[in-house]
T-cell receptor, first 114, second 115 residues
């Protein structure tokens, strides 16, 4: 069974600083995809960044980047130059190549302090 | 920008009543999903739907649940006889691709409160 674990229920960061959110997962698959979703207080989850497992290069989207360690089954999200608008719940998610369902971690609530 | 819309945003019902949650996925998407999030817990997969039939479902999706795409735009989740433990936020999602890197686009959710 595939499981996704986010060990940090809450994190906080000072505005303009960097924070890293942790995620580990368990799978026996070789082809899969990993995602970070952001859920602001308005409730809708939106995609922040995705990573294909076959790619060695870590994905980057502006201030957001990941550290993907396939052997360790680790997929952390780094947010640089944190902004007040980054405050949200962040969910790590996993999806195999062929399956339709996406598995989510429990989420990390990020607070950004001005 | 196209988005997934859900109604109602909040529904309160009595235990044992039937509830229908509605979703309008993004128009050119082919894959539809329901997830739920019990307060303070993780987002859980319920069911995926493609080509007018269920493609996958979780153990949560028992006989009390059903999904339907009654017309070309709506995608509904019905809970036949609600229980207290059905109280949760229910998220609809759609995607244009099956599996792979295709992201899921989520609606804002429908909060169900069962009394």
């Amino acid at each position: 069974a595939q499981t996704v674990t986010q060990s940090q229920p809450e994190m906080s960061v000072q505005e303009a600083e960097t924070v890293t959110l942790s995620c580990t997962y368990d799978t026996s698959e070789s082809d899969y995809y990993l995602f970070w979703y952001k859920q602001p207080p308005s409730r809708q989850m939106i995609l922040v960044i995705r990573q294909e497992a076959y790619k060695q290069q870590n994905a980057t989207e502006n201030r957001f980047s990941v550290n993907f360690q396939k052997a360790a089954k680790s997929f952390s999200l780094k947010i640089s130059d944190s902004q007040l608008g980054d405050a949200a719940m962040y969910f790590c998610a996993y999806r195999t190549y062929n399956n339709n369902d996406m598995r989510f971690g429990a989420g990390t609530r990020l607070t950004v302090k001005p | 920008e196209p988005e997934v819309t859900q109604t109602p945003s909040h529904q309160v019902t009595q235990m044992g009543q039937e509830v229908i949650l509605r979703c309008v996925p993004i128009s050119n998407h082919l894959y539809f999903y329901w997830y739920r999030q019990i307060l303070g817990q993780k987002v859980e997969f319920l069911v995926s739907f493609y080509n007018n039939e269920i493609s996958e479902k979780s153990e949560i999706f028992d006989d009390q649940f059903s999904v339907e795409r009654p017309d070309g735009s709506n995608f509904t989740l019905k809970i036949r006889s609600t229980k207290l433990e059905d109280s949760a936020m229910y998220f609809c999602a759609s995607s244009g691709l099956a599996g792979g890197p295709g992201e899921l686009f989520f609606g804002e959710g429908s909060r169900l409160t069962v009394l």
